[in-house]
C-alpha cells in the first residue's frame, strides 16, 4: 500500500530564517505531488504541483519554492520566511491523471515568530 | 465570491442524529466533486468523491451532487463523536489537470 510521510511535524522558526520541509512517498511510481498550505480557518491553497522529476509547477507567487529531486521526494523550502508564511504545510500525492483521489500527509505546523 | 463556498459552522448534533453538510460553488466546468474529513492538526482524508450529478453511498455516508444548482452535499447518518472533524468539500475541473478546488471546511461537533 502506498505511504506519504512529512516532516518535521511541527516547527518554530524566527523571521528571515530558511524553511526546508520534506516529503516522500512510499509504495508507488512517478507519482503527482503537491504542496498545499492551510491558514487558520481557511480552505487549502495549492502553492506546488509536480508531474515527474524537476517539473514544478507554481500556483502561488510567494516566496517559497519547491523542487523534486527524485520521484517519490517533494520539498518546500524558503530563504527568508516571513510572519505571514505561518500555517499549516501539507504534502499531497495522487497517481498520473487521477484527479479524484489526492492523498494528503500529516501536515507539517510552521509558526514564523 | 469565492469559486466554493462551505459554511463553516460549527454544526452541533446530538449523537445518533443525522448531520447534514453542504457546498456551493460558481465553475459550471467542475464535474468531480470530493468530500474530506480533517481531524484537528491532521491531514485530511479522502472520505468520498462522485463524478458529475447523482447520488453515492458508502455505509453511513452519502454524497449528492446537483450541478443545476452547483450544489453538493455530504450526509451522515447515525451519527459518532468519532465523526467530529472538520469536512472539507472539494472540485475540480477535467481540463484543470489535477488541481483541486477547496471549501473552507464545516466543523461538526457531535454531541455524546
Known amino acids: 500500500s502506498q505511504t506519504i510521510h512529512q516532516w518535521p511535524a511541527t516547527l518554530v522558526q524566527p523571521v528571515g530564517s530558511p524553511l526546508s520541509l520534506e516529503c516522500t512517498v512510499e509504495g508507488t511510481s512517478n507519482p503527482n505531488l503537491y504542496w498545499y498550505r492551510q491558514a487558520a480557518g481557511r480552505g487549502l491553497q495549492l502553492l506546488f504541483y509536480s508531474v515527474g522529476i524537476g517539473q514544478i509547477s507554481s500556483e502561488v507567487p510567494q516566496n517559497l519554492s519547491a523542487s523534486r529531486p527524485q520521484d517519490r521526494q517533494f520539498i518546500l523550502s524558503s530563504k527568508k520566511l516571513l510572519l505571514s508564511d505561518s500555517g499549516f504545510y501539507l504534502c499531497a500525492w495522487s497517481n498520473p491523471g487521477a484527479i479524484n483521489t489526492i492523498y494528503f500527509g500529516e501536515g507539517s505546523w510552521l509558526t514564523v515568530v | 465570491q469565492k469559486e466554493v463556498e462551505q459554511d463553516p459552522g460549527p454544526l452541533s448534533v446530538p449523537e445518533g442524529a443525522i448531520v447534514s453538510l453542504n457546498c456551493t460553488y460558481s465553475n459550471s466546468a467542475f464535474q468531480y466533486f470530493m468530500w474530506y474529513r480533517q481531524y484537528s492538526r491532521k491531514g485530511p482524508e479522502l472520505l468520498m468523491y462522485?463524478?458529475?450529478?447523482g447520488n453515492k453511498e458508502d455505509g453511513r455516508f452519502t454524497a449528492q451532487v446537483d450541478k443545476s444548482s452547483k450544489y453538493i452535499s455530504l450526509f451522515i447518518r447515525d451519527s459518532q463523536p468519532s465523526d467530529s472533524a472538520t469536512y472539507l468539500c472539494?472540485?475540480?475541473?477535467?481540463?484543470?489537470?489535477?488541481?483541486?478546488?477547496f471549501g473552507g471546511g464545516t466543523r461538526v461537533l457531535v454531541k455524546p
Open positions: 472539494a472540485m475540480s475541473a477535467e481540463a484543470a489537470g489535477n488541481k483541486l478546488t
Open positions: 462522485t463524478y458529475s450529478s
